[in-house]
């Protein structure tokens, strides 16, 4: 039985199920203990694309995450892609698991335009030069920053926006679904906003609201946050009682999302969900890493969050709240399907990245350990 704290120690080895299609473990309704083995799930490596006729296309950004992978594909359909960056990092570099054949022929066809995209005058006579046919736009904030690019192709075919899921009302109705409520407020209005500015310019758009993303060369702390306390063979702080449903989608799912609506009419003026099939809480989640990773189930402790004071740093990497959204309109719209499941993309990300050896943050364990160090235990 669990022994409550401020702080809750959980080292039970079984997975208990949600209710409906939901479960602690990625909808899977698992039985057996993980065996303390380091089993290493293999990750796959190819993605298939299907041909359209050849575009002339601009990514906005491209160099960190969605893009490598949006960018790689929309190269082997026959497109000519230009990434628009300020140039700090490499607009071409290896990753792991491709051959250099791969490699060198990305690298011979991707171009580059180098500019800062709050210059809107340079954005203007730059991009009117080229005359793209399509511009996805992967890192716009603010719906300021897409207006010039309209101003300077005035013939373009379909602009594709990244968006968010953050732009829901919180509601104790869920999933979210793209016909509700959206919330003014929330951290991702400018997203929001970009949305009803494209909508009232009568271009044809189209908008992908991710819930959380994971997968290899990811910047934010998501799995990267659980692998490294794995690694580290440190308990695994949890706010609350571990159950909040949350959802994640593999990056390379979101790039094929990406691809499925270029050109497709029946994705104009459209938004889309984009994310895994399945909901997962987050004690589930952090088995999951576990799993994928090879590392022995870790020890979950429960705490509540009300009892401390972090002053600016974030002692968990996900809203504390239910949170996922519904993805049947682009499976039924587009015919789009997540090809991973939950543990073979933490398993993609980790071998491809994580468990090589990179990552993009340090190991911060401070919050940790003043979770850690409540010394206020309660014995259930």
């Known amino acids: 039985m669990a022994s409550m704290v401020v702080v809750q120690h959980q080292t039970q080895p079984s997975f208990s199920t949600l209710t409906s299609s939901l479960s602690d473990f990625n909808g899977t309704r698992i039985h057996s203990q993980i065996q303390y083995r380091r089993k290493v799930l293999q990750p796959k490596v190819g993605l298939q694309v299907t041909a359209s006729s050849e575009k002339n296309i601009l990514i906005m950004g491209g160099t960190r995450f969605i893009g490598v992978f949006l960018s790689r594909l929309l190269v082997k359909e026959g497109h000519q892609v230009t990434l628009f960056t300020r140039g700090k990092a490499p607009i071409a570099q290896q990753l792991p698991g491709e051959s250099d054949q791969e490699f060198a022929e990305f690298s011979s066809k991707i171009l580059h335009l180098k500019g800062d995209r709050k210059d809107y005058d340079f954005v203007k006579s730059s991009l009117s030069a080229k005359g793209f046919d399509v511009v996805y736009d992967i890192n716009g904030r603010e719906a300021d920053e897409f207006e010039p690019i309209l101003d300077a192709l005035p013939n373009l075919e379909q602009f594709i926006y990244c968006s968010s899921a953050g732009v829901y009302l919180k509601s104790d109705l869920l999933p979210h679904c793209e016909t509700d409520a959206v919330d003014p407020k929330s951290r991702h209005k400018g997203k929001l906003n970009t949305e009803s500015v494209l909508e009232s310019k009568g271009v044809n758009w189209t908008s992908l609201r991710p819930v959380y993303i994971y997968g290899p060369l990811n910047y934010n702390p998501v799995e990267e946050w659980f692998f490294h306390r794995l690694k580290a063979g440190r308990p695994i702080p949890i706010p609350g009682s571990g159950i909040q449903v949350t959802q994640l ?55 509540n969050p009300k009892e401390f004071d972090f002053g600016k740093k974030k002692a968990f990497p996900f809203r504390d709240q239910h949170f996922f959204a519904s993805v049947e309109k682009a499976k039924h719209v587009l015919g789009w399907k997540p090809e991973f499941d939950l543990v073979e993309g933490l398993a993609d990300s980790y071998n491809l990245d994580f468990g090589r050896g990179t990552y993009r943050k340090e190991a911060d364990f401070s919050t940790d350990d003043m979770i850690l160090s409540k010394k206020l235990v309660l014995q259930a």
């Open 249 to 303: 989608g593999h990056v390379k799912d979101l790039a094929r999302a990406f691809v499925e609506v270029l050109g497709n009419e029946k994705a104009s003026r459209q938004v889309f969900n984009i994310s895994g099939e399945k909901y997962v809480t987050f004690d589930g989640l952090a088995r999951a890493c576990a799993k994928a990773s090879g590392f022995p189930e870790p020890e979950l402790v429960h705490y």
